[in-house]
C-alpha cells in the first residue's frame, strides 16, 4: 500500500459492521448502502489505441454481485431518488470508487475517471469538487490523477456547465466530457479546453473529421478516447481512418469487461490480442 492514510482508513472500515453505510468485505472491497441497495465498484481499462497498453480505468457503480456482473445502480435508481437524494448517492459511489481504486497496488501512477452525474451540475451550489478535494487530501491520495467526466449537455446549460468544469479545474481536477458527435467534440475542445473527450465509436464515420478532431485535441493537449468498441471490425475502421501520428485512447467490450479487481501490473504493459474479442453490447 502506497497510501498510509488510506490504509489506516480501510483498516476502521475493516472493523465497521455491514449495517452501517460503508465498509469493507472479506475481500477487502469497499461497499456502500443506498436505499435497499448494496453498491460497490467495477472498473474498466481505457488503452493506448497504439499498443492497447492500459493507462487508466473508469469507475461505473454497480449492485454487488460476487461475479462482478452487478447492475447499474443509476439505472435501478435514477427514477426513484430525488436531486438531494442523487446528489447524496453520486458523493458515495465517488468515494467507493476512490477507496476500491487505490486500495489496490495495480493502480500507481494510472488515472481514474469518475462520472459526474447530470443532476449533481444544478443541485450542487457553491464551489465543486472543494468538499471531494477535502475527502482526497485528508486520505493523501493524488487528485491530479483523477478526471472528473462531465455528462452531455442541452444547450440551456451551457452557463453552468461551464461554471462547473472551472470550478473543477480549480480544485485540481482534471476535466473530462462526452461528446455527442465529432463536430460537438471540436466546438467543446475551443470552449472548455477538457483534458479528455469521449467519443461513441459508432459515431466516428468520417474520415477526415476524426483526424482533424484529433489533430485539433493533439494541439489542446487533450485525450481523444473512442468508447464502445466491442468487435475487431470496429477496432480496425479506427485505425484504417486515422492517417496521423496524434495518438488517440480506447475503451470497450472487446478488450474487457467492467470488474472489481484492475490488471495485475504485468498485464499492463503487454499489448492486447484484439483478435481475442468479447462481443457484448452496451
Given amino acids: 500500500m502506497h497510501y498510509p492514510a488510506l490504509q489506516n482508513y480501510l483498516s476502521r472500515l475493516q472493523s465497521t459492521l455491514a449495517t452501517t453505510n460503508l465498509w469493507l468485505d472479506e475481500q477487502g472491497r469497499a461497499r456502500g448502502r443506498y436505499f435497499n441497495s448494496t453498491l460497490t465498484s467495477a472498473f474498466q481499462a481505457i488503452r493506448s489505441g497504439d499498443d492497447g497498453r492500459v493507462v487508466a480505468y473508469e469507475a461505473y ?19 426513484a431518488a430525488n436531486d438531494d437524494e442523487s446528489v447524496e448517492l453520486d458523493r458515495l459511489c465517488r468515494l467507493l470508487h476512490t477507496l476500491n481504486f487505490y486500495r489496490q497496488p495495480e493502480s500507481a501512477h494510472l488515472d481514474l475517471y469518475l462520472s459526474v452525474h447530470s443532476r449533481l451540475l444544478a443541485a450542487v451550489e457553491g464551489n ?55 463536430e ?70 472487446l478488450f474487457d469487461l467492467p470488474k472489481a479487481g484492475l490488471l495485475s501490473r504485468a498485464e499492463h504493459q503487454q499489448a492486447v490480442v484484439f483478435e481475442d474479442a468479447v462481443k457484448f453490447a452496451y
Fill in 128 to 182: 465543486h469538487g472543494m468538499a471531494f478535494r477535502r475527502i482526497l487530501d485528508v486520505l493523501e491520495l493524488p487528485h491530479h490523477h483523477i478526471i472528473l467526466q462531465l455528462p452531455q449537455i442541452t444547450p440551456s446549460q451551457r452557463w453552468v456547465f461551464t461554471h462547473v468544469a472551472e470550478n473543477y479545474r480549480r480544485n485540481g481536477f482534471r476535466i473530462g466530457l462526452h461528446a455527442a458527435s465529432l
Fill in 184 to 253: 460537438q467534440a471540436g466546438d467543446l475542445l475551443d470552449r472548455i479546453r477538457p483534458d479528455s473527450i469521449k467519443v461513441d465509436i459508432s459515431l466516428a464515420n468520417d474520415a477526415e473529421a476524426q483526424i482533424r478532431l484529433l489533430e485539433q485535441a493533439d494541439r489542446g493537449n487533450c485525450h481523444v478516447i473512442f468508447r464502445r468498441i466491442e468487435n475487431q471490425k470496429r477496432l480496425q475502421a479506427l485505425r484504417d481512418a486515422n492517417q496521423t501520428a496524434s495518438p488517440y485512447l480506447i475503451q470497450g467490450f
Fill in 61 to 79: 457503480a454497480r449492485s454487488y454481485a460476487s461475479d462482478d456482473q452487478g447492475l447499474n445502480i443509476w439505472k435501478l435508481l435514477e427514477n
